[in-house]
């Protein structure tokens, strides 16, 4: 395997009480500073609302000011490379996007705000920590150059109501990986046979943008026994027979599935969005996506499709044994140069109090997951039978097991996923006519060339 599961690792699991009363910020509010702040726009408006109190509620308690943005996750990804390239950088960012933190902390472009993480350290699920303790190529040594502060894994999301519009029961869906994979086939067969000419069975994001495609392409590998190409030590293992095979395996599944017309062409073009909206559309059956917003997109104004969803974890292997869901945090990340790095950090523990972090998290109405299960545990919403799709998505990313991503083992990986390298396998086979054994070679061997820059040393 990769590196430890969820239920491998031991962990703090002090409670709210635990913890004592909220902390008071740890700057006099005599000397009240202003930090600059960009963070991330939810994909629902509720998001934005909670972080817009978050930052009333710490100003009003601290005496520090705030100047913050909220940005769209695309366009703030490009600002904020642009920030750090040109060393006109704010005090605090949000990660747009969980490989970030790797590849500049590599590149010592963080503060280390080990201290910050150590407030609540007890608290965090460990592979949040292993998340964000990433090596820097400088010091040569790993440490804490984010605050861990929302997680996310990836559920399927199904419209039970089209399920049954085929002549299925939502019990019927298969509960190991191919069989449940291929559940969808007969689905969008019999759906275009009462006259639904554009419905796809599959949507499966597997084009060269964004985040969404690596994750897919990942959690397939890992259904065929790719767990090991990256060990916990930083260590690739491209040459294992098994990784090889779970590559083919994995591509040759996706391949199919859109050769044989059970996925939206204009996938090959989708964005990390473009699932959401095609899903809404009733455009595909199934989905694969990271976070809740696919559902809270419709949780208001359509209450009737809200309940017509389905939020499914992972099947089991085709060996019927459990898989491991990708583990990813967002944090804060302080870039040298910061002119209130100190007024960042008293924000960011203040933000990560379990009660502060719980209402936050809550506010944006559970879209994101707490990286401590203790905020779980002490407040049934989380885990509310009422709502069809958060007890879920809180038992597959915090009661389930779950594997970081690669890139905190290497921060190399970072620059796979950025490079897309295993998304252009699948596009080598699909439209170039590559076959997929050449295909798979092609990738390990580009994904060694990047692992050779990447040496880990320790100091």
């Not at 997951?369 to 905020?375: A, D, H, Q, T, V």
């Amino acid at each position: 395997m990769s590196g430890p599961t969820r239920r491998a690792l031991l962990r703090g699991s002090l409670g709210f009480a635990a913890v004592g009363a909220l902390a008071r910020p740890y700057i006099a509010n005599a000397q009240a500073k202003t930090a600059t702040v960009w963070w991330n726009q939810g994909f629902v408006p509720d998001e934005d609302v909670a972080f817009r109190k978050l930052c009333a509620d710490y100003e009003k308690e601290s005496g520090n000011k705030l100047d913050y943005s909220i940005i769209p996750f695309a366009p703030l990804r490009q600002k904020i490379i642009s920030a750090l390239t040109s060393s006109v950088v704010p005090d605090l960012m949000e990660a747009p996007a969980i490989q970030m933190n790797a590849q500049e902390a590599w590149d010592d472009k963080f503060v280390d705000v080990s201290d910050v993480v150590e407030t609540q350290k007890s608290q965090y699920l460990p592979n949040a920590l292993l998340s964000a303790n990433l090596y820097n190529r400088v010091t040569k040594r790993r440490s804490f150059y984010g605050v861990p502060h929302k997680a996310a894994v990836i559920p399927f999301h199904v419209w039970g109501n089209l399920v049954e519009k085929a002549g299925y029961k939502r019990s019927d869906i298969p509960k190991t990986w191919d069989a449940f994979l291929n559940f969808f086939r007969p689905v969008q067969d019999k759906l275009r046979a009462q006259g639904m000419r554009h419905i796809y069975g599959l949507g499966l994001e597997i084009s060269t943008v964004g985040d969404d495609p690596t994750n897919t392409f990942h959690q397939w590998f890992f259904a065929y026994g790719g767990m090991g190409l990256v060990t916990r030590d930083g260590k690739l293992h491209g040459d294992d027979p098994k990784i090889k095979e779970a590559g083919i395996k994995a591509l040759q599944q996706l391949a199919s599935a859109f050769k044989d017309g059970y996925v939206p062409p204009g996938s090959v073009n989708w964005n990390d969005a473009d699932d959401n909206n095609a899903f809404h559309a009733k455009q595909i059956v199934m989905d694969f996506d990271g976070t809740l917003s696919t559902e809270l997109a419709m949780i208001k104004d359509e209450q009737a499709y809200y309940h017509d969803m389905m939020t499914l974890g992972l099947p089991l292997n085709n060996e019927g044994q459990q898989m491991p869901s990708q583990f990813g945090v967002l944090t804060g990340m302080i870039p040298k140069g910061a002119k209130n790095a100190e007024v960042a950090k008293d924000f960011m523990k203040y933000t990560i109090q379990p009660k502060v972090l719980n209402e936050y998290l809550k506010g944006g109405l559970g879209r994101w997951l707490p990286p401590m299960e203790s905020i779980v545990k002490n407040d049934p919403w989380w885990t509310d039978p009422k709502d069809p799709h958060r007890p879920v998505y809180v038992q597959q990313g915090i009661f389930g097991e779950t594997v970081p991503y690669y890139f905190a083992f290497n921060p190399a990986y970072a620059q796979v996923m950025a490079e897309h390298t295993w998304n252009v396998a699948w596009a080598d086979i699909v439209t170039n006519g590559m076959g997929t054994e050449q295909a798979v070679d092609k990738a390990l061997k580009r994904i060694q060339e990047i692992f050779s820059k990447y040496p880990i040393q320790q100091a």
